[in-house]
């Protein structure tokens, strides 16, 4: 199985803030990671498919980029609706697998 | 709009099965895999398999084999997971529908339903 590696496991930020989120799968996947967004209580909301590709509706202030083994999710300017859990998803090959998700909370 | 709705919460024993539903609305149910994750209280997410609605094949994760059977029902555009229970599989289940059907959104999940909780305890 591949094993998704995310880090950091939380973080504290400010609104306005720029975020990053980095994902690192156990082998070489292309670019084949998907991001989601959960709010407590609720399903999980996809913002990034195959690394950088942004979600109907999604706001442009969330990117992704890399390939490979090393993937990253950005949000530029951190905005109150955006303190979340944010997860990782391989795509690349089942079982499918999600990181352990990070934490963005109030500073 | 797209919709999935899932039954409601489940208590059942050990060594039990439980058979949680997804019914889908606002898109052509055949055309989209669903798929089945689940989270257990303060965890990551977990995924478990999917169906094809359009053939029912199956492809179900290993460690899930022989427990999860996954069926569907087109009249009703409707899913199902069955799952016999152990004592550490109280969790959070959800469906979701692929995104797409190419490669780049066929394993992505742009709609879930809303979960059901299945708790087990003797």
């Known amino acids: 199985d591949i094993q998704m590696t995310q880090s950091p496991s939380s973080l504290s930020a400010s609104v306005g803030d720029r975020v990053t989120i980095t994902c690192r799968p156990s082998?070489?996947?292309?670019?084949?990671v998907n991001w989601y967004q959960q709010k407590p209580g609720k399903a999980p909301k996809l913002l990034l498919y195959v690394a950088s590709s942004l979600q109907s509706g999604v706001p442009s202030r969330f990117s992704g980029s890399g390939y490979g083994t090393d993937f990253t999710l950005t949000i530029s300017f951190l905005q109150p609706e955006d303190f979340a859990t944010y997860f990782c998803?391989?795509?690349?090959?089942?079982?499918?697998?999600f990181g352990q998700g990070t934490r963005v909370e109030v500073k | 709009q797209v919709h999935l709705v899932q039954s409601g919460a489940e208590v059942k024993k050990p060594g039990a099965s439980v058979k949680v539903s997804c019914k889908a609305s606002?898109?052509?149910?055949?055309?989209?895999?669903i798929h089945w994750v689940r989270q257990a209280p303060g965890q990551g997410l977990d995924w478990m398999g999917w169906?094809?609605?359009?053939?029912?094949?199956t492809n179900y994760a290993q460690r899930f084999q022989g427990r999860v059977t996954m069926t569907r029902d087109t009249s009703i555009s409707t899913a199902y997971m069955e799952f016999y229970l152990r004592s550490d599989d109280t969790a959070l289940y959800y469906c979701a529908k692929s995104a797409g059907h190419d490669y780049k959104t066929q394993y992505a999940f742009d709609m879930w339903g809303q979960g059901t909780v299945v708790s087990v305890s003797s």
């Open positions: 606002g898109y052509t149910f055949t055309g989209y895999y």
């Open positions: 998803q391989q795509s690349y090959s089942t079982p499918l697998t």
């Open positions: 169906i094809n609605p359009n053939s029912g094949d």
């Open positions: 082998q070489n996947i292309g670019s084949y």
